[in-house]
């Protein structure tokens, strides 16, 4: 595909057209190609190191602030929500904008945040800067894949992208082993003040290193109707999905939120094709691969951190680790997602998305088939064998579906398009804690009576059987204080064997959605644009 780019000119605002291979190279460290990816990755990892990190943690923030299962969801969900809410739109002002401006203000207010949940002394106030967490990772994320777009020549940009997913990839498995350590030696405050001194560097690296760049015919204006209509459909989406099991599936609330979410995505789509610069140009979705690229975000997502959301509380809750343990037995699964990253990247360039992303889904298909089949007394050998699959699957889907996505818009709505790529990952994240949580409330709601009545126990009221069902969602054994060792043994033996049964039938859940991606994958095609680097303007 051939373009042109338009080039200020020692600021006099003269521009002449320069075919992107003329593109005269960077001089200095300002807006050098990898000393830019060096400084995005930063940042970048600092996001996607607290999409999971958090995870290791939640066990030891629900003891020490009282929380309950709900509310530890709400860590997790909050985040994902705030993001997967706000991405798109982020996207947006990094196109009209410039992405170097919010990529630095999104770095300065995630640091901020991260530092306000460390200062927090209550599980409402964790929850809401954790919101402002995703706000603010909303503006980062896409903001760092323009910079990449516009800064990179062609024949190196699927090598860069390449590289910024295995950022993502090692950072997001890396998370639990890391959060391990700080709770265990530090705390669990100090996996939000990691956050500050990161967050400086990369402010630091920003402001000397990324050089600015704006799309020739990129948006001059706002679609706010557009914005106000899909962050509300979004909404609506997750928070029906999130309160149902609480709510129940056949409540009216339920159905309520859903339908107003079904009637907000309606809306939206039919108001795009009005406004003269719509939020999201429909026309990008005619692309086959670009759509199937985003399907599948959102599907590795739900298989993968919904299911990465009760192996900690297995780990620790069921198998007594420490959050160490914890963390070095998730290793297999950060280990060859570092491994299998680079060579995804290398298997994509040489063979095209098509086949690798099918196969890693089929690998994360099968690793979370293995994970349903874990038991209270499953060794280390046998964990490992999945938790190392699962990375090897999910490896080729981070690198690929990025370059998919990103590589088959065009060069204007580059900052949208890593927002589509970072919003398809963020509310799969959501809906596949909101969706698994739902399958292990219910499966842990419908068993816990009889396996209780089954080992001869004394009968519970309905009020202590619903706190014995929270207890028993997190892997805790409901044991009260003084109870006698053969009845506190029996009752952590039902506890431990309850929580099995609702995460064998999440995780095979999981292994379902994972097994529909494969199909999924067979639609994508190597981005047609990624070469097209048409239109910056350096400011």
Known sequence: ????????????????????????????????????????????????????????????????????????????????????????????????????????????????????????????????????????????????????????????????????????????????????????????????????????????????????????????????????????????????????????????????????????????????????????????????????GVVLMVLMAIAFMGGLFFVTFYLQNVHGMDPVDAGLHLLPLTGMMIVGSPLAGAAITKLGPRIPLAGGMAATAIAMYGMSTLKADTGSGIMAVWFALLGLGLAPVMVGATEVIVGNAPMELSGVAGGLQQAAMQIGGSLGTAVLGAVMASKVDNDLPGNWADAGLPKLTSAQLAQASEAVQVGVAPVAKGTPAEIAAKITGVAHDTFISGMSLASLVAAGVAAVAILVALLTKRGENAGADAGVGHI
Not at 41 to 64: E, F, H, R, S, W
Not at 119 to 144: D, E, K, N
Not at 240 to 254: E, H, Q, V, Y
Not at 278 to 291: C, N
């Open 1 to 292: 595909m051939t373009s042109q780019t338009t080039i200020d000119t020692a600021g006099s605002g003269d521009k002449a057209p320069v075919a992107p291979s003329d593109r005269p190279p960077a001089s200095g460290l300002r807006g050098h190609p990898w000393f830019t990816l060096i400084t995005v990755a930063v940042g970048v990892m600092m996001v996607a190191l607290d999409g999971t990190i958090v995870a290791i943690a939640n066990p030891a923030i629900q003891k020490d602030l009282g929380a309950t299962f709900a509310q530890v969801q709400w860590i997790t969900n909050g985040y994902f929500l705030a993001l997967a809410v706000s991405l798109i739109t982020a996207g947006k002002l990094g196109d009209r904008f410039g992405h170097r401006q919010t990529f630095l203000i999104g770095v300065v207010g995630f640091a901020a945040a991260s530092g306000a949940i460390g200062l927090s002394g209550s599980i409402g106030a964790v929850v809401t800067f954790r919101v402002f967490q995703g706000l603010f990772g909303a503006l980062l994320m896409p903001a760092a894949l323009g910079l990449l777009r516009a800064t990179f020549p062609a024949e190196k940009l699927n090598m860069a992208i390449g590289i910024w997913g295995m950022v993502i990839g090692a950072s997001t498995a890396g998370g639990p082993i890391l959060g391990g350590v700080l709770v265990q030696h530090v705390s669990w405050q100090s996996v939000f003040f990691i956050n500050v001194p990161v967050g400086l560097i990369a402010l630091v690296l920003g402001v000397v290193m990324l050089l600015d760049h704006r799309a020739e015919n990129a948006p001059r204006s706002f679609d706010l109707l557009g914005i106000a209509l899909l962050s509300g459909a979004m909404f609506c989406l997750v928070w029906a999905l999130i309160k149902a099991p609480s709510w129940g599936w056949g409540d009216g609330k339920t159905w309520a939120f859903i339908a107003a979410s079904v009637l907000g995505f309606a809306l939206f789509s039919f108001w795009e094709t009005k406004v003269k610069e719509p939020l999201i140009p429909l026309g990008l979705f005619r692309s086959v691969p670009l759509s199937a």
